[in-house]
């Protein structure tokens, strides 16, 4: 087997009001069905190693979590190398039920912003209120981020995680660049 490679090879910069970096291959896993299911929430947190989240919201522990991504859609996180296994093992839980589980995580690509102007920088960017009385750390949303689409999260205050397209990870390289320039700096958040 060869080593997975991240889209940008772990790009990062620091140059601007935030430090801006590729996480580098994560495992992720989307899992479709009726989340009321008990067998399906049953193998669920087995895979994500985390209780099932409330709606808009993120589980995480270390790399492993869950994400709510629609009423019939949760994301599972997980360490690269144990997706494809955790994904057959959902996909084997789940059999019989109307439920599907893809490892994505070759599709996906997750960026780290980090510093106090995460949130002027995240703000410039997607249309969600991330005031902090709004949105605060395990909350989960999808959005857009300019013209693609994505997902963010705070894993803590003052730092984000971006979850898009493998294909349009240069685009949202550069996107976070332009927005966290020096000089840039909106001050709204505090």
Known sequence: M???VSALKNASDSTGIVQISEVGPAG???LRGDLADKALIKAAVAAGGVNLPEQRRINTEGDRGMAW???DELLILCPYAEAKDRTADLAAAVAGQFALAVN???ARVVFELKG??????MAKLAPVDLHPSAFTPGMFRRTRLAQVAAA???PQEDCFRIVCFRSVAQ???DLLNVSAMPGSEVNYYG
């Open 104 to 106: 994505v995580s070759d």
């Open 69 to 71: 991504m629609s009423p």
């Open 2 to 4: 060869s080593d997975p």
């Open 152 to 154: 963010l999260w705070m």
């Open 116 to 121: 106090p102007h995460a949130r002027d920088v």
């Open 28 to 30: 992720m896993i989307t």
């Open 171 to 173: 685009y949202v390289f």
